[in-house]
């Protein structure tokens, strides 16, 4: 380009435009895959100019301003994941996803599930192997003799709870795999919370099983083993464990005025809720399962507690206005509420809107179709195509390869496409086996 100066001098300049020779996974995070078809799976870019081809490697970018934002995108997490083997091995997903909590649990869900299925234990599945708790209490619909009301005894007498298969059932999916009536198994349930360091969890659900003094003990022992490292926690657990100590099953005692009053200042929201549950009314179960704290119990904890002590037509209310919130919002944890359902299926093409992670929905699909599921919707090929296409893009053959494997390892062997024909008869050319014999013929 010639060029004029303010003196009236003539010059000439060469601008070398910046044209991109190789675009990879840097603009296909940027551009959500809209192009991944045309771009480079390398993630380099490199662009020529006056004195030759300037070359960006992957690792420069990583290292960039911009990484922490690039490498976060749900494109670039999705490609990582394949690579780690994220496919339909379940062992193999938790392990590739144990940072991400979301994902972790619907794999620990489909596992447990899975392992129930195995051991004879949800008896009550109707063309589908992976239910939620809305399924399963469907089924206690109409059923009243199925619908048993029992003292929870222990140290709360005045307690009542609620006994069926669908229940008991239902709490097994949400995790609750101890048998009630056997106090080792419940006590085995307790100790790997403990481990867990989950005492508050622990302490209220052995409240819900009517265990005051044993609550009072796991309070003890985890404040004895909080003062190592968290003094201020160690000292909440002590203080609520003298607080449970002093229960009294007399409604009007000055120590349910008390804890009534102050219940709401703890701040974990599992002893909000073991004071709500010691201090309300029998039959008033609702304030437990909302309560007034920061944070609200697990969703598998207040679906298991509200199979015990709600009554049939709050229950199913309950949980179907739970499970229509979490699909709405496409939250993974509704699964378990929804389970594979048809409104199981909208809660992923919600969550698959909302943060691209289509790969998730379709390893969920193949496994579950790989499991024997009957009920299939067209957005599980939808998911599944997309997918696949994306291992194309990614150049990530073997990894496309294994998913078809295992996707269609139940099915039937395919009907053969190609056949060889004689030249003079037309018919098929095939080896048969002779009757008895190992020997093959031409038919």
């Known amino acids: 380009m010639l060029t004029i100066g303010p003196e009236g001098d003539v010059g000439q300049v060469t601008i070398c435009e910046r044209i991109p020779l190789v675009l990879g996974l840097l603009l296909q995070c940027y551009l959500r895959l809209t192009l991944a078809k045309d771009l480079s799976p390398l993630g380099e870019v490199s662009y020529g100019s006056e004195s030759g081809l300037f070359h960006c490697a992957a690792e420069a970018i990583r290292t960039s301003d911009v990484a922490g934002v690039l490498l976060g995108d749900i494109s670039m997490r999705m490609r990582r994941r394949a690579m780690e083997g994220y496919g339909l091995d379940i062992a193999k997903n938790m392990a590739t996803v144990k940072d991400d909590r979301e994902l972790l649990r619907i794999w620990k869900w489909l596992e447990m599930v899975s392992r129930l299925k195995s051991e004879g234990k949800l008896k009550r599945l109707v063309n589908n192997p992976f239910p939620g708790v809305q399924t399963m209490l469907e089924l206690e619909k109409g059923d009243d003799g199925s619908r048993l009301f029992h003292s929870l005894g222990g140290d709360i007498p005045r307690r009542h709870k609620y006994i069926s298969e669908a229940r008991t059932s239902s709490m097994l999916l949400c995790g609750w795999d101890f048998d009630e009536t056997d106090e080792g198994s419940l006590d085995d349930f307790l100790k790997r919370l403990e481990l867990n360091n989950e005492f508050e969890r622990a302490a209220t659900?052995?409240?819900?099983?009517?265990?005051?003094?044993?609550?009072?003990?796991?309070?003890?022992?985890?404040?004895?083993?909080?003062?190592?490292?968290?003094?201020?926690?160690?000292?909440?657990?002590?203080?609520?464990?003298?607080?449970?100590?002093?229960?009294?099953?007399?409604?009007?005692a000055l120590w349910h005025e008390i804890c009534r009053q102050r219940k709401d200042e703890a701040d974990d929201a599992y002893l909000v809720a073991a004071f709500a549950f010691l201090t309300s009314d029998p039959n008033d179960f609702e304030t437990v399962l909302t309560p007034k704290s920061k944070s609200g119990l697990l969703l598998e904890d207040r679906l298991a507690s509200a199979c015990m002590f709600l009554d049939s037509d709050k229950l199913l209310g309950y949980v179907n206005d739970l499970a229509s919130r979490y699909a709405k919002a496409g939250l993974l944890?509704?699964?378990?509420?929804?389970?594979?359902?048809?409104?199981?299926?909208?809660?992923?093409?919600?969550?698959?809107?909302?943060?691209?992670?289509?790969?998730?929905?379709?390893?969920?699909?193949?496994?579950?179709?790989?499991?024997?599921?009957?009920?299939?919707?067209?957005?599980?090929?939808?998911?599944?195509?997309?997918?696949?296409e994306l291992l194309d893009s990614w150049q990530l053959w073997n990894e496309r390869a294994s998913l078809d494997v295992q996707r269609r390892s139940g099915d039937a062997r395919p009907p053969s496409q190609v056949f060889v024909t004689c030249n003079y008869c037309g018919k098929s050319v095939r080896a048969k086996r002779r009757a008895g014999e190992g020997a093959e013929e031409v038919a």
């Open 205 to 252: 659900i052995a409240l819900f099983y009517g265990h005051v003094k044993k609550a009072v003990n796991i309070l003890l022992g985890g404040s004895s083993e909080a003062r190592r490292g968290d003094p201020q926690r160690a000292g909440q657990l002590n203080l609520i464990s003298m607080a449970l100590a002093g229960y009294s099953d007399n409604q009007s």
């Open 333 to 388: 944890d509704g699964i378990l509420l929804t389970g594979l359902s048809e409104m199981g299926v909208d809660l992923l093409q919600r969550y698959v809107e909302k943060t691209g992670d289509v790969q998730t929905a379709s390893l969920v699909a193949c496994f579950a179709g790989s499991q024997g599921l009957s009920f299939i919707d067209r957005r599980f090929e939808a998911w599944i195509d997309a997918y696949s």
